[in-house]
């Protein structure tokens, strides 16, 4: 297993963290999530 570069894993980690929230969202709101 290989580490990823930090710029790499904080994108991901936002990216991530955006999707989830998104998710949430539109399951509470009923909304289609748009990027």
């Known amino acids: 297993l290989f ?3 930090s710029f790499l ?3 991901s980690s ?3 963290n955006y999707v989830s ?3 949430r ?3 509470d709101l ?3 999530c748009s990027p």
């Open 21 to 23: 929230r998104c998710l």
């Open 14 to 16: 936002v990216a991530v």
């Open 30 to 32: 009923g909304f289609r």
């Open 3 to 5: 580490r990823l570069p």
């Open 9 to 11: 894993s904080s994108l």
């Open 25 to 27: 969202f539109s399951r």
